[in-house]
């Protein structure tokens, strides 16, 4: 499955499902999707908003961090405890 992503007003990137992105990158791609999703449903869906405002980052770190430790938990549960360098579950 491929899945074209603005990359900017000039060009685009096409990434596949076997790409891979740090667990940073994984957690802001989460968010910008829920945003998107919020605002494709007219932004009437509290609790998607609520969540969305607890991911966002301040000062280096998400506003609640206990979304940021339920994702790494997350990804580690994805990864099988295989993570070395970028969010790679494919390694073994």
Known sequence: MEICVNAGATKAAIVTA?????VAEGYEAMRICLETIWR????????????IAG??????????????????AAV????GGRLHGPLSCNSP
Do not use: N, Y
């Open 18 to 22: 076997s790409d891979t992105i740090t």
């Open 40 to 51: 494709r449903h007219g932004k009437d869906a509290d609790q998607i908003e609520f969540v």
């Open 55 to 72: 991911l966002k980052w301040a000062d280096g770190s998400p506003v609640d961090p206990t979304m940021w430790e339920d994702w790494l």
């Open 76 to 79: 580690q549960i994805v990864c």
